[in-house]
């Protein structure tokens, strides 16, 4: 199965950002990753829609808008018409699920759930028919450049398996501390979609550093 690689343009200078929307359409990453943070939901806080609908129209990757905010159901209009092309959520909201993922679907964009490291995945079974991707992270949520978290193996593992069992057709992304070697053990564990941020930063050439990691998981 063909591994997506979803560069998190977290990890770039916001006063730059065309630059690095730019250097990310010269490579092969099929999704660009935006993570939305409310300084609620996550103790930090990032952008909102006009900055992603800014974007928009400078590039025709596939938007990946991670939302880690509270009131999802009160803001989604306004991210889905910012041009996100997949839109998740967090299952530790406290809204109805249901709702969100009906506008979602309504308007012809993918839906996401993501769970937080503490969260067990047990928890959201029942809920994975209805979206197109899961988001598991292997980091707490709300910054960039943290350690990845071995223990969430496992979970990727599980939900892996299960997604197999019932013939789903879910796929599973990683967010957090991906790298060549965090990266293949999520790819062994299931996985096929890496998120990455500082480690794709930090790498003097980004269209390059998207590439390479690109390459060697296809
Ligand atoms: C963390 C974000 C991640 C972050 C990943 O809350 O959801 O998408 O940008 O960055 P790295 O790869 O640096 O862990
Ligand atoms: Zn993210």
Same mark, same amino acid.
């Given at each position: 199965m &063909? &591994?997506?690689i979803s560069p998190s343009i977290l990890g770039g200078a916001f006063s730059n950002m065309e630059r690095t929307i730019t250097d990310l359409n010269k490579s092969k990453a099929e999704y660009i990753h935006f993570d939305v943070m409310d300084g609620d939901f996550v103790p930090n806080l990032t952008f909102g829609p006009k900055f992603i609908s800014d974007l928009r129209s400078k590039s025709k990757k596939i938007f990946d808008v991670h939302l880690m905010i509270n009131r999802? #159901? &009160?803001y989604l209009d306004d991210y889905i018409k910012a041009g996100s092309n997949i839109i998740t959520f967090h299952y530790e909201i406290n809204e109805n699920l249901n709702e969100i993922i009906n506008k979602i679907k309504l308007n012809k964009v993918k839906a996401g759930i993501a769970i937080k490291p503490k969260t067990p995945w047990q928890e959201i079974k &029942? %809920? $994975?028919h209805l979206f197109d991707q899961v988001i598991v992270m292997t980091v707490e949520p709300g910054f960039g450049g943290q350690s990845f978290l071995y223990d969430q193996i496992k979970k990727i593992e599980s939900i892996s398996n299960y997604i197999k069992e019932n013939n789903l057709d879910v796929d599973i992304e990683i967010d957090g501390g991906i #790298? %060549?070697?965090t990266g293949? $053990?999520?790819v062994d564990a299931g996985a096929n979609i890496l998120v990455a941020g500082s480690f794709l930063f930090e790498q003097r050439d980004l269209t390059k550093a998207a590439d390479k990691l690109n390459d060697y998981f296809n």
């Open positions: &063909k &591994k997506i999802v #159901n &009160k &029942k %809920y $994975l #790298n %060549y070697e293949k $053990l999520c």
